[in-house]
């Protein structure tokens, strides 16, 4: 389960890719589209929020616009059918 980190209260657009960037601030993309060569989006700052982020964690932004994280998923074995 996620848990809430930072409230920053984004408010998303269609379009657009939110992520955090290197700093912990919260940045968007455009999204890649036919035709559009991969990998020139510029990214914007849209809230600068300064996370620090642990190791073992992935940090997204949640529909509400609030900085999450979650526990990632390692090391588990597949299932035998």
């Not at 657009?16 to 991969?38: E, H, I, P, Q």
């Amino acid at each position: 389960m996620a848990e809430v980190v930072n409230k920053a209260g984004v408010k998303k657009q269609a379009g657009f890719l939110y992520f955090l960037d290197k700093s912990g601030n919260v940045c968007r993309a455009a999204m890649s589209r036919a035709g559009r060569t991969k990998g020139k989006a510029k990214k914007e700052l849209v809230a600068k929020v300064g996370v620090k982020k642990e190791k073992g964690y992935l940090y997204f932004i949640d529909g509400k616009g609030n900085v999450c994280r979650a526990k990632m998923a390692r090391g588990r074995k597949a299932k035998k059918k």
